[in-house]
Structures are given as structure tokens and as C-alpha cells.
């Protein structure tokens, strides 16, 4: 049995829900800062990591044409942990929007052909890549639960949950 058709359904399905929680995001609560997280940064950092995620190894990597330096970062700089990301606007829906689109657009051939027993690529993710898919489709629906909860306490939105892409 080949996984992969599995895997990019999964990613599929993992990137629509996170594409219907954004269009349901409401403008008050977009840049809220009521949160730490806003939800266009949370949104941002889950796609710039997925988009890099699906790279053959960190060397590769070639930045999308949604990617704005320093906003994937949640926090402070993982290596300087006194020095925050310079952060200077929020993302649009629409270039999140767009960002969605791109990764759908990329996915098949990021995935196809891949040898899932081959390391991961990073080296700070000790596995292969099997489980480097595993580890990228949870990080999107992680942060797609925090939005959708979110949505649903700041506007009782509830986002129906996709089965396969």
C-alpha cells in the first residue's frame, strides 16, 4: 500500500478547514490583541512552518511569494529568547488566503516521489519523513483547533470538520 495519497488528503483536508476558519474570521477579531497569538499570526506561522515542512531539507527551502521575514515566529526568537521578531502590521485575510492557495498548489509534487523512510531533513526533527508528514499535517490542525475555538467563543462560529481532502 502506497501512504501517500493518504498523506496529501490529509494535508488537503488539514488546509481547507484552516481556509474556512480564516474566510469565518470576523474583523474584530483578527488582530484582536486580546489574545497573545492574534489569529492572522497564528494563521501566518502554521503555513510559513508547513511550506517549509515540506521542503527536501532546510537548505532548500525557497520562500513563497507570501512570505514576510520574522512573522513566522510565535513569540521570541527561539535562539534569543530576549529579542522579538520585528512584527510591524498584520497580515490581510487575503494574502493568508493566498498563502492557503499556494501551499494546495505546491503539495502534490512536494510530496510525490518522496522517500518516507529517508531522515527528516532538519535536524532538530530526529525522524523520517513519514513522521515529518505526520508532525506538519498536526501542527496545522493544532493551530486550526485554536482558531476554531476562538471563532466559536468570540462569535459562537463552529467550523465543520473535513474527513479527506
Not at 39 to 59: A, G, N, Q
Not at 87 to 97: F, G, Q
Amino acid at each position: 500500500m502506497n501512504p501517500l495519497p493518504s498523506i496529501l488528503s490529509q494535508y488537503h483536508a488539514s488546509l481547507e478547514m484552516l481556509a474556512r476558519s480564516v474566510e469565518a474570521c470576523p474583523a474584530e477579531l483578527w488582530d484582536n490583541d486580546k489574545y497573545k497569538n492574534r489569529f492572522w499570526h497564528i494563521s501566518y506561522h502554521v503555513l510559513f512552518y508547513t511550506d517549509f515542512y515540506l521542503s527536501s531539507d532546510e537548505r532548500s527551502y525557497q520562500p513563497s511569494p507570501q512570505y514576510i521575514p520574522e512573522y513566522q515566529y510565535l513569540g521570541n526568537f527561539p535562539w534569543e529568547s530576549d529579542k522579538k521578531p520585528n512584527i510591524s502590521a498584520p497580515c490581510s485575510k487575503e494574502h493568508i488566503l493566498r498563502y492557503i492557495l499556494y501551499i494546495h498548489s505546491i503539495l502534490d509534487d512536494s510530496i510525490e516521489g518522496i522517500e518516507l523512510s529517508d531522515s527528516s531533513g532538519f535536524d532538530w526533527l530526529p525522524f523520517n519523513k513519514l513522521e515529518l508528514q505526520l508532525y506538519n499535517i498536526r501542527h496545522i490542525q493544532h493551530h486550526t483547533a485554536q482558531l476554531n475555538l476562538l471563532l466559536q467563543m468570540e462569535t459562537g462560529v463552529s467550523i465543520e470538520w473535513i474527513g479527506m481532502g
